[in-house]
């Protein structure tokens, strides 16, 4: 059974909320299926489904006849529209005659479920026909008359359910469409979403006392202060976050706004005498009104994805893979074996170049222990020496010290290293 009223998600960009307003299912100028009158032959109540029908499936909606003297055609498709796409000529062209209908339908069998309205009604137990029967006489009584008419009662508890809707109705100048219809929203947040934070907000709306919002897969919602709250029990115009302050991993996650009510009840369906022909004024088959069920809801959605810490490279002490040359900083002597904090080295994938440590900033040059990156250069920087140069026993010391200067000058960091090494073995 297809109760709800869903709505349409827009576009998701990836790190942003995509919100989605409400959308009436079927909407107007949309084509429904009219299945077989069930309830007594006379006075039967139809079921109506936007797709076809789903062999014994509850439909989406139900309709009742508003225009007595047309015949009905079953098993054909109508077009759903509002009361000013009506086509027939009865007293419903009256706003007034409206209003009256839509206290019929809204205090009513389906509106209503079976028990509740033969409570209401001082009729308990009703039987679904005689309950279809009095709301369908009642409807009648306004779109075909101006005085309430000996109707063919088939039970004394059908009449008895029809004379609890008169009494009601006109004591009552009866809703308008606008009063009957649930409206519901879900705004979402459209800045980029992170890991780790509370998201949101996500802001309801609706013209029902009570929403419950769930999110699939499951995470719990909060306030913005980060407050629990009950997905069950949120109102119109509260703002809603995600509780993501333990996930550290990119994701995103559809939450959806549900509220009692739909928006079809009041809404008529023009049927042509011709499957697949329009319908007018001149050639119609009986216009019939939508009425939900009790059970029928309305739904709003939103879809949220959020950026993980490992996107950056900045959890876990970890590094970003590098796909070219990679560059490493000059580790601080003394620390370990090979002159790097925690002994270990970063793999290079090409040729490598080196940057000096600041002093005093941490092991990288870095606060919090990570790992600066250098920028790669395409002239090597000059290597720092740790310490004198050795002797090679030669007393040309000068002359050694001399080349090294120009080498240095030269930007001939290399040789200069050549050359200490060859010292070393002197």
């Known amino acids: 059974m297809t109760t709800g009223v869903l709505a349409c998600v827009t576009l998701l960009v990836p790190g942003v909320a995509a919100s989605a307003a409400v959308a009436a299912s079927p909407q107007d100028g949309g084509t429904v299926h009219i299945g077989a009158r069930q309830g007594y032959p006379g006075t039967g109540i139809f079921p109506v489904s936007t797709g076809e029908p789903a062999g ?139 890991a780790g934070t509370l998201v949101g907000p996500f802001v ?72 697949g022909a329009t319908p007018t004024a001149e050639d119609h088959a009986q216009t019939i009104i939508l009425v939900a069920p009790k059970t029928a809801t309305t739904n709003a959605e939103a879809v949220v994805e959020w950026q993980g810490d490992e996107d950056d490279g900045t959890t876990g002490g970890g590094t970003t893979p590098s796909t070219g040359p990679s560059t490493s900083a000059s580790p601080t002597p003394g620390d370990g074996d090979d002159g790097t904090t925690g002994g270990g080295t970063t793999p290079s994938t090409g040729p490598s170049t080196s940057a000096s440590p600041t002093p005093g900033g941490g092991d990288g040059g870095t606060t919090g222990g990570g790992t600066a990156t250098a920028t790669a250069s395409d002239t090597p920087a000059p290597a720092v020496p740790d310490g004198p140069m050795a002797e090679t026993g030669s007393s040309g010391t000068g002359v050694i010290t001399g080349i090294a200067a120009a080498l240095l000058v030269a930007g001939g960091g290399v040789l200069f290293a050549v050359r200490r090494r060859r010292a070393a073995r002197g």
């Open 56 to 194: 014994s499936g509850e439909p989406d909606a139900w309709a009742y006849c508003i225009e007595h003297d047309v015949s009905a055609l079953t098993n054909v498709r109508g077009t759903v529209g509002g009361h000013g796409s009506y086509l027939g000529a009865n007293r419903f062209t009256d706003p007034a005659v409206r209003s009256k209908v839509l206290w019929v339908l809204t205090h009513s069998y389906p509106a209503l479920g079976l028990e509740e309205f033969g409570a209401a009604a001082g009729v308990p137990g009703i039987a679904r026909a005689d309950a279809i029967e009095a709301t369908q006489y009642a409807i009648w009584r306004y779109t075909e008359l101006d005085f309430d008419a000996d109707w063919a009662w088939e039970t004394a508890d059908s009449e008895a359910a029809y004379r609890h809707l008169i009494a009601g109705a006109n004591a009552d100048t009866g809703p308008t469409p606008e009063d009957t219809a649930t409206e519901l929203s879900l705004s979402a947040p459209s800045a980029p979403q992170q």
């Open 204 to 275: 309801v709306s609706a013209n029902r006392p009570s929403v419950a919002v769930s999110v699939d897969p499951a995470v719990a919602l909060t306030d913005a202060d980060g407050a629990a709250l009950d997905p069950d029990a949120l109102t119109d115009g509260q703002a809603l976050y995600l509780d993501l302050r333990d996930t550290k991993s990119s994701g995103s996650a559809t939450v959806t706004a549900t509220a009692a009510g739909s928006s079809l009840t009041g809404r008529i369906v023009s049927v042509p005498t011709t499957a």
